[in-house]
């Protein structure tokens, strides 16, 4: 059964950068069958898809974030982490990390998601 | 890139059927088959109920169906029960590794 966690703090200054980790587990993050994903959902708000990556490094950004977020891939340790530069109170949010069907990109397998609060 | 829309909340009482819809356009919905599904109780991570528009995962009650019409997709719950009270939130394939989320809908179960 595949799981996939989120780490991170869950407390980050406004102007700083956020930092997570997606740990996969009963699957291969190489596999060529699905790409991985970080999905956030403000309190109260619906979901919001910041970014993909698939396991050759490819990465693909929302636009409204490109120019602050940074997707990469820790292959030997079948990790995917997420970086948020120049945070602010609009980047509260719990952020989650799920795993892409490729062919037909449905999300079958999600983390249980962190709450990270940007705050001074 | 705008969030394919779905109606705020909808409701039923047990026993009976609701229907969600979510529109989005020939970019999205319309264009592709890719259309897939996600309830979400409070402070739990989404679960998948629908893929490829009508398909459903193994586990998934088949009181849960898929379909689609033009640029319009739609989630029916036939059969309501007290459980299935959650958010339910669209998705589409928009290009190569990219999706675009519904805005969300508070299904009430009277």
């Known amino acids: 059964q595949l799981q996939l966690q989120e780490s991170g703090p869950g407390l980050v200054k406004p102007s700083e950068t956020l930092s997570l980790t997606c740990s996969v587990s009963g699957g291969s993050i190489s596999s060529s069958n699905y790409y991985w994903a970080w999905i956030r959902q403000p309190p109260g708000k619906g979901l919001e898809w910041i970014g993909s990556l698939y396991y050759s490094g490819s990465t693909y950004y929302n636009p409204s974030l490109k120019s602050r977020v940074t997707i990469s891939l820790r292959t030997s340790e079948n990790q995917f982490s997420l970086k948020v530069s120049y945070v602010t109170a609009a980047d509260t949010a719990v952020y989650f990390c799920a795993r892409v069907f490729k062919a037909t990109d449905y999300l079958d397998y999600w983390g249980q998601g962190t709450l990270v609060t940007v705050s001074s | 890139q705008s969030a394919l829309t779905q109606p705020r909340s909808v409701s039923g009482s047990p026993g009976q059927s609701v229907t969600i819809s979510c529109t989005g356009t020939?970019?999205?919905?319309?264009?592709?088959?890719?259309v897939s599904w996600y309830q979400q109780h409070p402070g739990k991570a989404p679960k998948l109920m629908i893929y490829?528009?009508?398909k459903r995962p193994s586990g998934v009650p088949d009181r849960f169906s898929g379909s689609k019409s033009g640029n319009t997709a739609s989630l029916t719950v036939s059969g309501l029960q007290a459980e299935d009270e959650a958010d339910y939130y669209c998705?589409?394939?928009?290009?190569?590794?990219?999706?675009?989320f519904g805005g969300g809908t508070k299904l009430t179960v009277l």
């Open positions: 020939s970019s999205d919905v319309g264009g592709y088959n890719y």
């Open positions: 490829d528009v009508t």
């Open positions: 998705c589409s394939y928009v290009a190569d590794y990219t999706v675009i």
